[in-house]
């Protein structure tokens, strides 16, 4: 990123499985730039569909053969109080 926040992935395809490992992202920030392991899945979901390159159904069985693993306290899996991207009320958890 342009403030030298890293985001990392390293993607393993093999035997029919894809492992989508985001270890070595920065830790979480302190704006309203960090993502939800909703968002992380999603991308993960389109990145899928592109790197298999038919149609296929967009629903939860497409991510069986998938492992998507995200470190706790990432910019990506941020925990509380890191503010997250699209909430609303300034973008900080709600308890």
């Not at 990392?8 to 979480?28: C, D, W, Y």
Request: aromatic content about 6%; overall charge positive.
């Amino acid at each position: 990123m342009d403030d030298g926040d890293r985001l990392s992935l390293q993607l393993n395809i093999k035997n029919g499985r894809a492992k989508f490992n985001f270890s070595g992202t920065s830790l979480v920030r302190n704006d309203g730039l960090n993502a939800t392991l909703a968002i992380v899945t999603s991308a993960v979901c389109y990145c899928m569909r592109l790197l298999i390159a038919k149609e296929l159904p967009l629903n939860e069985g497409l991510l069986e053969p998938v492992g998507i693993l995200v470190p706790e306290g990432c910019l990506l899996n941020p925990t509380f109080p890191g503010q997250i991207v699209g909430l609303s009320g300034g973008g900080r958890w709600k308890c």
